[in-house]
């Protein structure tokens, strides 16, 4: 059986919550290049029809930025932990190899 140690283990945690979260606020930001909310400033989406980009209630588009960033930051932290696990085990490998 092979052992880490606690250090090795909060590491691996670090990493992979900080790089969903990195990947989670480009998530966010990947959707206000999409969409705007409604406000005075846009004439409450009237303003929009110049652009490119779609207008939604304000309610709307933090939902729709909630869910992305969710979604794309839960996947990612699940990618770089299979990738780190798999990085882990292979030098374990190798040190007890050594020995």
């Known amino acids: ?13 670090f ?6 979260w990195i990947a989670g606020l480009l998530a966010a930001n ?3 290049s999409f969409f705007v909310a409604k406000k005075f400033s846009n004439l409450w989406g009237l303003g929009t029809k110049f ?4 207008a939604v209630s304000a ?3 933090n939902i729709i930025e909630w869910l992305t960033t969710a979604i794309i930051g839960y996947f990612v932290l699940l990618l770089v932990n299979k990738t780190l696990a798999k990085w882990l085990l292979k030098s ?5 190899d050594e020995k």
């Open 1 to 13: 059986m092979k052992k880490t140690g606690i250090g090795t283990i909060i590491l691996k945690e």
């Open 15 to 20: 990493i992979s919550n900080g790089i969903g």
């Open 30 to 32: 990947l959707v206000s």
């Open 51 to 54: 652009t490119d980009k779609t």
């Open 59 to 61: 309610p709307t588009l």
């Open 92 to 96: 374990l490998e190798t040190k007890e």
